[in-house]
């Protein structure tokens, strides 16, 4: 680690360099317990694409490799080829994974790479000003969506847990909402899973994470929170997709 990334905390004004409400930040919380759980924290290299992911920088003392927008599997898979010793993670939203780069996630994911994606889905990109996502739900506004998303121009929104169990190679595939508690408890249970299954040299695991965009979706954190229960959470099941033993290819 350089001290690029040693920065004094009195830089920052808040705890949390996030917009105020959002739960990238609970994601970014969670995610740091695992790898300290695990202890794993000189072990681990994260990639971050472009977007609201990688305020990680900022947030995680950790080996960090930024990737070009999308690609963060596709640099994921070649650190790891190259250091399979180490843990390599990818954090991703769902304007980066399920847009520019669903081509390297599903490649990815069919290759089984041993890997463990992370996917923060607030259905929306947030940090380019709100335009609308692959994952945009029917009627939602957006920027380039005035008056809400319409499937008959734009398509319905991707599920994207239920196009990667589809392959044989992933080993785990999961969705859960961070609204409640127990939806956080869930999801830092199923990225330790995640992350056990590559140190265990079992191959891809993917986990989703439903999460807000107070500041797009133009609502307060607590709106935000509304409409995750009343239609994201509704669209997006939240569930184990996949959970398979052993490594595909045995």
């Known amino acids: 680690m350089t001290d690029l990334y040693q920065r004094p905390v009195s830089i920052f004004p808040s705890a949390s360099s996030y917009c105020p409400?959002?739960?990238?930040?609970?994601?970014?919380?969670?995610?740091?317990?695992?790898?300290?759980?695990?202890?794993?924290?000189?072990?681990?290299?994260?990639?971050?694409?472009?977007?609201?992911?990688?305020?990680?920088?900022?947030?995680?003392?950790?080996?960090?490799?930024?990737?070009?927008?999308?690609?963060?599997?596709?640099?994921?898979?070649?650190?790891?080829?190259?250091?399979?010793?180490?843990?390599?993670?990818?954090?991703?939203?769902?304007?980066?994974?399920?847009?520019?780069g669903l081509a390297e996630i599903l490649s990815a994911a069919n290759r089984g790479e041993n890997i463990t994606v992370i996917f923060a889905n607030n259905s929306i990109f947030g940090m380019t000003g709100g335009q609308m996502a692959p994952t945009t739900l029917v009627g939602q506004k957006a920027t380039t969506a005035r008056d809400g998303r319409d499937p008959k121009n734009t398509g319905f929104p991707l599920k994207m847990c239920e196009l990667i169990k589809e392959f044989e190679a992933p080993r785990f595939v999961a969705r859960y909402s961070l609204r409640t508690p127990s939806g956080v408890k869930q999801a830092k249970a199923a990225i330790i899973k995640g992350m056990k299954n590559q140190l265990e040299g079992k191959g891809f695991s993917f986990i989703e994470l439903l999460t807000n965009c107070p500041t797009t979706w133009h609502t307060d954190p607590l709106g935000s929170l509304d409409f995750m229960e009343k239609y994201t959470e509704k669209y997006f099941e939240c569930k184990v997709f996949a959970d398979r033993e052993g490594r595909f290819w045995e």
């Open 21 to 100: 409400g959002c739960l990238h930040a609970t994601a970014t919380k969670i995610i740091a317990e695992a790898i300290d759980e695990l202890g794993q924290k000189d072990n681990t290299i994260f990639v971050l694409p472009v977007g609201c992911s990688t305020q990680g920088l900022v947030s995680w003392d950790l080996d960090i490799i930024g990737s070009a927008h999308g690609r963060a599997p596709a640099v994921a898979t070649g650190i790891k080829r190259c250091r399979p010793d180490c843990m390599v993670l990818c954090y991703q939203g769902d304007g980066d994974l399920a847009s520019i």
